[in-house]
């Protein structure tokens, strides 16, 4: 990546008013995957003035600032447990002090651990100047919205969960993702396939009616989803992965 100036805003109005300028101009958060790329950038937008740095507990929700990095993630107690052990199977902790909770879910990323997790919760995205919208309304949506993400809330709820990232080698991406979660309902989410999470309705919908068949649930989810090919892995092996793991969750959580 190249680019030809940086600028620190010291409002959202001055970041949002760059960023609306051009498509060259660009939000740079922890910059890790911005600079992986070969975009020609105009101008580098960076948010670290803006007070975006803090996890909140808000009573219903826990409020996160977008420029929260993944090692601040991790270490929160306001954050539930399983999300905070998905963070820590990203990279090592050199890297996860400077990746952003902003730009890892603002990316969307095929391969992401934190969105899989995520989405098996209820989560909101607060966006400059004036939208909010659920994680899973951001995520089927196609592209990407042209504001800047200010926050993240995660709702509370007591509940179970369980999350496992299936990798060839350790710090590698993942070629696998399931999250699910029992709270007041069942949330059944698979990722990395090698497509953006996602959640599985028709296996969620059968588990929330009643029904107690795990390996046919299992079977639902991954019927329901597409699986691809990628220079890892075999799509007929991410269904096998997925058949496993999503029915090894649910025993779990319902233990
Ligand atoms: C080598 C490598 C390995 C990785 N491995 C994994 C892995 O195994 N699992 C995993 O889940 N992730 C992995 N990631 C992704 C990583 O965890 C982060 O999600 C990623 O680096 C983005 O975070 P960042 O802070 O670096 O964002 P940046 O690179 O700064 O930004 C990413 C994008 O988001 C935009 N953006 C950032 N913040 C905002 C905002 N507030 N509002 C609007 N737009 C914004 C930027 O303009 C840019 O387009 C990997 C990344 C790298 C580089």
Redesign the pocket.
Known sequence: MKAKSFLRASSLEEAYKLVKESPRN???????????GNADVDTLID?SLLG?DKIEDKKDYVEVG??VS?RELEKSPLIPEVIREATK???GPA??E???I???V??K?G?????TVLLAHHVELV?YPEAVITLDEYVKKPG??D????NMRIFKDKNKAYFK?V?ITA????ILNVAVVKGKEYKVVVGSRPLVAALCENSMKYLNEGGKDFAHAAELAVEELKFGDSIATKSSYRKQLALTYVRRALEEVSK
Do not use: C
Not at 26 to 36: H, N, T
Not at 171 to 174: I, R, W
């Open positions: 660009k939000i740079v958060a922890g910059g890790l995957w911005l600079k992986k948010l975006l977008a420029m993944q199977s990203i990279m890297f996860r400077i990746a952003t902003g730009g890892s603002y990316g990323y391969f992401s651990d934190i969105v966006f990407f919205y504001g800047i993400l200010t990232k990798e710090l590698d991406y993942p």
